[in-house]
């Protein structure tokens, strides 16, 4: 079992920053593909940034690329989200997910509880 805990989320406005944390309660944290998603009001969620075991491989999606940058540290049993250059299209819940398997694909048993990131226009 992994319990994982964002905090960081807040209100900027357009073209601020903002960085999200993330902490793991789990003694197997670097074993873990590391992710974050983002869910906007009346919309499903959706994927943002993956993250392998050694922070080796890194995927963005194409509205973040650019302007978001996912990292880690295993010793910390920490990831974090920096985003940049924030628009009113990045309003959303942000979650926290660990996953294994392929990292072009991998499979995400948990999740945090979310923190809200409102970018004001």
């Known amino acids: 079992q992994v319990q994982l805990k964002e905090s960081g989320g807040g209100t900027v406005q357009t073209g601020g920053s903002l960085r999200l944390s993330c902490a793991a309660d789990?003694?197997?944290?670097?074993?873990?593909?590391m992710a974050w998603f983002r869910q906007a009001p009346g919309q499903e969620r959706e994927f943002v940034a993956a993250?392998?075991?050694?922070?080796?491989?890194?995927y963005y999606a194409d509205p973040v690329k650019g302007r978001f940058t996912i990292s880690r540290d295993n010793a910390k049993n920490m990831v974090y989200l920096q985003m940049n250059s924030l628009k009113p299209e990045d309003t959303a819940v942000y979650y926290c997910?660990?996953?294994?398997?392929?990292?072009?694909?991998?499979?995400?048993?948990?999740w945090g509880q979310g923190t809200q990131v409102t970018v004001s226009s």
């Open positions: 997910a660990a996953g294994w398997g392929d990292i072009a694909n991998p499979k995400y048993d948990y």
């Open positions: 789990t003694r197997t944290f670097d074993v873990y593909i």
């Open positions: 993250l392998s075991w050694n922070g080796a491989s890194k």
